[in-house]
């Protein structure tokens, strides 16, 4: 597996070139994650996922995998629900919305309609169609998920909902990422 990471610049810097492979191409993926500290590339999902699952490539079989992504997701869960969490923000929010936001996320929150003026981070492993609870509904950006049910769906919830950047050579993408 080929994953390169290197430190990102600093805003007043200018950004540094991408790295290329030997024979002078470049890679597939770019990432820019850990609030931005660091870059990193790579030409599959799996070899981009070792920037945020260092022990990823030791894990063998799919089940460590999946169990793996989930540890992540619900990781970064926690720590994107503290960061929209703001003391101005939360104290707009009901007394049953401030406790669905602060509970602990050993157990995922069950609920039918989330409009709180803070979002939501949900995993999606918890909820239908892959796990037993029913999905929320809300306004638009009013519940962020996090997907760890495979690598690219991962990745691309990550950057969906702002965690990492992704960038992506649409010209190199692998038929199992463009959906084909």
């Known amino acids: 597996m080929t994953f390169i990471r290197t430190r990102n610049a600093t805003a007043a810097a200018t950004p540094l070139a991408p790295p290329t492979k030997d024979d002078g191409?470049?890679?597939?993926?770019?990432?820019?994650?850990?609030?931005?500290?660091?870059?990193?590339?790579?030409?599959?999902?799996t070899e981009l996922l070792v920037g945020l699952i260092p022990e990823y490539p030791e894990l063998e079989s799919p089940k460590e995998?999946?169990?793996?992504?989930?540890?992540?997701?619900?990781?970064l869960q926690v720590q994107l629900q503290a960061v929209l969490a703001t003391p101005e923000d939360l104290a707009q929010c009901t007394p049953e919305q401030q406790q669905a936001i602060l509970a602990p996320r050993d157990t995922p929150p069950v609920l039918n309609h989330w409009d709180a003026p803070v979002?939501?981070?949900?995993?999606?492993?918890?909820?239908?169609?892959?796990g037993r609870l029913r999905r929320p509904t809300g306004p638009e950006n009013s519940l962020l998920w996090i997907e760890p049910d495979d690598e690219w769906a991962l990745l691309r919830s990550l950057a969906e909902i702002g965690v990492i950047h992704l960038g992506v050579d649409q010209?190199?993408?692998p038929p199992n990422v463009r959906g084909e």
């Open 25 to 45: 191409t470049t890679y597939v993926f770019e990432m820019i994650y850990d609030g931005g500290k660091w870059r990193g590339y790579a030409d599959t999902p």
């Open 65 to 75: 995998r999946a169990a793996a992504r989930i540890r992540l997701a619900l990781r």
């Open 119 to 130: 979002p939501l981070v949900l995993v999606t492993t918890f909820y239908k169609p892959t």
């Open 171 to 173: 010209d190199k993408l």
